[in-house]
């Protein structure tokens, strides 16, 4: 007699109304469907195939060839490696309903006379480690919020205009933090940025830009931070935008700001204009204005560090 059983280096978890199996020693994992989990919870060790199926018409009712379909199974749960089963079938190939192999799932269908929804189906990948059996099992959904910060602006200059709601994430406060060693590290969005916003001290083309912000290092634009070259970086356009103050000009940065030699003019952004490549975006400092550049132009240079 042969008693199915399953293989103990696993953990099992129902999810979303289907078996999920940890194979930790093969770092997989197999989803079975109701009538494949039914199957492989009966593989006890003491179970005959043949108990199987009485079970199995108990569990679903009336199933046509229902020793056929625990067999099936059996097979399907021996090549997932999700059972041990000693032998083979004792029964002769043509007296089976499936045979062995070649069939399609049409085939099996028609076969067993059964529907689509009882066909035994066990689905595999290739999972992480053990460390992680318990939430390979587990499905999360994670939403992530990233709020539209206010503008800075207070004054109504017309009922529900920016002024008059002020929609959108309430800034920090303070704001910016100046971190003493020439950095100041804008507690909205967590980026830093160098305290000087001319510290090449003039402007330059967009090429040249992205050079100068990469090579900065500790010791060069007032910093004493122990940064290395390619540790900076110029901002992208949202980065360099998300500085401005929409309340204010001249510059158009938030009032009491720590930073020094702001210009009020062009600064470049290292994201290129899609519909001129030629071009790259900017920000204006005098009014957080933001416009396309040609790239052979030059404007000033702000570095950042840090973001995701």
């Known amino acids: 007699m042969q008693y199915p059983t399953q293989i103990k280096t696993i953990h099992a978890e129902v999810l979303d109304g289907e078996l999920c199996i940890y194979d930790w020693q093969r770092s997989k994992v197999h989803n079975l469907n109701p009538t494949a989990a039914l199957i492989w919870q009966m593989c006890d060790g003491k179970t005959s195939p043949e108990q199987m199926a009485g079970q199995l018409q108990a569990e679903l009712g009336t199933v046509t060839h229902a020793e056929e379909l625990v067999w099936f199974s059996l097979k399907e749960l021996q090549k997932a490696r999700l059972i041990s089963m000693p032998g083979q079938r004792p029964v002769a190939p043509a007296q089976a309903v499936v045979p062995d192999k070649g069939l399609s799932r049409r085939q099996l269908l028609k076969g067993l006379g059964v529907t689509a929804a009882l066909l035994p189906v066990v689905s595999s990948i290739v999972a992480p480690g053990p460390v992680d059996a318990q939430s390979s ?26 002024g008059d709601l002020e929609k959108g994430v309430t800034w920090p406060s303070p704001r910016f933090t100046d971190n003493g060693d020439g950095t100041v590290t804008d507690n909205m969005t967590s980026l830093i940025w160098l305290q000087d916003a001319n510290f090449v001290g ?16 500790n010791g060069s634009g007032g910093l004493n931070d122990g940064s290395s070259a390619g540790d900076w970086r110029l901002p992208n356009v949202r980065e360099l935008s998300s500085l401005t ?44 204005d933001v416009e396309n550049i040609n790239k052979a132009f030059t404007v000033y240079v702000w570095p950042v560090r840090g973001g995701q």
Not at 137 to 143: D, L, P, R
Not at 145 to 153: F, H, I, L, N, Y
Not at 206 to 217: E, G, Q
């Open 137 to 162: 099992c587990t499905t999360t959904t994670t939403t992530y919020s990233a709020g539209v910060p206010k503008t800075g602006q207070t004054t109504l200059y017309e009922t529900d205009d920016d």
């Open 202 to 217: 003039g402007t330059r083309d967009w090429t040249t830009a992205l050079t100068d912000a990469n090579t900065l290092a």
């Open 245 to 288: 103050d929409f309340s204010q000009s001249n510059p158009a940065l938030p009032s009491g700001h720590p930073f020094v030699n702001v210009q009020s003019a062009g600064y470049w952004s290292s994201t290129t204009y899609a519909l001129n490549t030629s071009n790259a975006w900017g920000v204006n400092m005098n009014d957080g």
